[in-house]
């Protein structure tokens, strides 16, 4: 084990929504790696998550990266572009550009870097002929720039479990307590780290739903999460703008 401090950086995926602790904080995969890999190390294992919701690759790389690299964590987990391919402006070939240079820059400071390749989810939610080949891009640079760069890559596009809608939350955007405890799984595994074997099961598909129940199900979810969402769109706020870090700082995990 050659990792005693782990840096997590991105949006609202490495933040951690929708699993929350007790007290309505969200843990998510990446608290879960980090407990892990403490329990690996011991009491001088380090850990801080930068990540904030709504985050757009620009800010992320802007607000987060440098701060990320002054920690000098021997590991760093990247993940932005989600929110960018849900715009209408999203500028593909600048946005992979961008990417190689700061997985590039990660890597330079002697960190070992994860990655990911994003869970397909378009399959529940509006817009798939426009989002689906934005995400296709993203992932394909992601996994180049890995190879490129000698990041740890983490392919969740891959595995057909994410499919399953019980590892979502029911906005069907973010991940479920089930999708972040297997993301974590996967994490490890890439890192060649043992996890709970309970973090890779997976739960039961629920039953299909009649016609006029899944509409109604369609109907409640639109008003009561895309609405929302085209509404910040319009008004030009986001659902992070008054979210901090929820561990800006490189501690001890009990902190």
């Known amino acids: ?33 980090a407990t892990r890999l403490a329990a690996e190390v011991g009491p001088e294992f380090r850990y801080a998550n930068l990540a904030i919701r709504g985050r757009l690759f620009l800010n992320v790389v802007a607000e987060q990266v440098p701060v990320a690299v002054a920690m000098k964590p021997d590991l760093i987990s990247f993940a932005a572009g989600g929110n960018d391919v849900l715009r209408r402006n999203f500028d593909s070939q600048s946005l992979v550009a961008r990417y190689d240079r700061v997985i590039g820059r990660l890597r330079s400071g002697g960190a070992d870097v994860v990655v990911f390749r994003f869970a397909d989810l378009m ?20 996994g180049e720039t890995a190879e490129r760069h000698g990041a740890i890559m983490v392919d969740l596009f891959a595995d057909d479990t994410f499919l399953n809608p019980m590892l979502w939350s029911t906005d069907r955007l973010h991940l479920s307590p089930a999708g972040h405890r297997r993301v974590a799984g996967q994490v490890l595994t890439a890192l060649g780290v ?5 973090w890779l099961l997976v739960p039961p598909h629920p039953h299909p739903s009649p016609w ?44």
Request: hydrophobic share 40%; with cysteine.
């Open 1 to 33: 084990m050659g990792w005693r401090s782990f840096v997590a950086v991105g949006d609202s995926f490495t933040e951690g929504m929708d699993d929350a602790y007790p007290d309505g904080s969200y843990r998510g995969w990446a608290d879960l790696v």
């Open 123 to 142: 399959a529940r939610l509006p817009g798939q002929r426009l989002v689906a080949p934005r995400v296709k891009l993203l992932n394909q640079a992601v």
């Open 194 to 198: 043992g996890c709970d074997e309970e």
């Open 212 to 255: 006029l129940a899944a509409r109604a199900a369609d109907l409640r979810w639109a008003g009561r999460h895309l609405a929302p969402w085209v509404k910040r769109r319009l008004t030009g706020r986001s659902s992070g703008d008054t979210v901090t870090a929820k561990r800006p700082l490189l501690g001890p995990l009990a902190d």
